[in-house]
């Protein structure tokens, strides 16, 4: 099985070579930091805890917040949270658990 980051990286990588035209509409925002002391720096920089892994950016202006997950994966209290934020602020927030839940979501024909 797949980890969270190996499916992230799997429909980003895909994303990113079948899609050029496409490719800074989908960015990762920041990961988990490996120690305390880049935890406090990215802190400072405004690394905010429970936001969604990766933002994609439709067209009308419009923001989709993607939180990668396995199918057994649940949400932090944080990440649930930041999705209350989200939605209130009308914004779209989904969580991915399968490469295809990607493809259906961004209205994009999955390559083969």
């Avoid at 720096?41 to 009308?60: I, M, P, Q, R």
């Avoid at 209290?77 to 490469?99: F, M, N, R």
Wanted: proline share 4%; with cysteine; glycine share 8%.
């Amino acid at each position: 099985m797949l980890s969270e980051g190996a499916l992230q990286s799997r429909v980003f990588q895909t994303h990113w070579n079948y899609y050029p035209h496409l490719r800074k509409r989908f960015c990762c925002i920041s990961l988990n930091s490996p120690d305390a002391k880049k935890g406090n720096l990215n802190k400072a920089l405004g690394v905010v805890k429970g936001t969604s892994d990766t933002f994609y950016l439709l067209e009308g202006g419009k923001v989709l917040w993607i939180e990668f997950k396995l199918p057994t994966g649940v949400q932090s209290d944080a990440q649930k949270e930041w999705e209350l934020l989200c939605i209130s602020l009308g914004h779209t927030y989904a969580i991915v658990k399968t490469e295809q839940e990607f493809w259906d979501l961004i209205e994009l024909k999955k390559p083969n």
